[in-house]
């Protein structure tokens, strides 16, 4: 393998990286939104506390 390739390498793979970065903060996006769109919005949200013994 000869210098030339192995900087082609480097760089495909920094630009593979950058791109999975990208990629997870737009699905953490699209998640964001999902659980915020109207079709979960009509589901109730029931919220029970109860005290923990020993704690």
């Given at each position: 393998?000869?210098?030339?390739?192995?900087?082609?390498?480097a760089e495909?793979?920094?630009?593979?990286?950058?791109?999975?970065?990208?990629?997870?903060?737009?699905?953490?996006?699209?998640?964001?939104?999902?659980?915020?769109?109207?079709?979960?919005?009509?589901?109730?949200?029931?919220?029970?506390?109860?005290?923990?013994?020993?704690?």
């Amino acid at each position: 393998m000869g210098l030339l390739e192995f900087q082609a390498d480097a760089e495909l793979l920094q630009e593979a990286q950058t791109n999975i970065i990208h990629l997870n903060q737009e699905i953490e996006h699209w998640e964001r939104q999902e659980l915020l769109s109207p079709a979960y919005e009509q589901n109730p949200v029931y919220l029970t506390s109860n005290p923990a013994a020993g704690v």
